[in-house]
């Protein structure tokens, strides 16, 4: 069985909308296209939290990885 190198993989899950949408800002600025799942029940408040993932494609993911680690080290 082939693994589609455009399925989607959940690089980080996040408690904001803002915190992953400047996630995916930065990534796209770097080159890598990423998105955001679950941003509805992020921003619903309830008594249990909601997350927000941060979605790359599977061929990006360790690239994305790297970069994401860069940004929080702040050496990017």
Same mark, same amino acid.
């Given at each position: 069985m082939t693994v589609d190198p455009n399925?989607? !993989? $959940? +690089? /980080?899950r %996040?408690?904001?909308l803002a915190e992953a949408t400047a996630i /995916?800002?930065? #990534?796209?600025? *770097?080159g890598v296209e990423a998105?955001?799942?679950g941003s509805y029940t992020a921003g619903f408040l309830a008594e249990a939290?909601?997350?927000v993932d %941060? $979605? /790359? *494609? @599977? @061929?990006? +993911? /360790? *690239?994305a @990885?790297? #970069? #994401? @680690?860069e +940004? *929080?080290?702040?050496? !990017?």
């Open positions: 399925n989607p !993989e $959940v +690089l /980080v %996040v408690s904001t /995916v800002t930065a #990534l796209s600025a *770097r998105s955001t799942i939290p909601g997350t %941060v $979605v /790359v *494609r @599977q @061929q990006d +993911l /360790v *690239r @990885q790297g #970069l #994401l @680690q +940004l *929080r080290d702040g050496t !990017e």
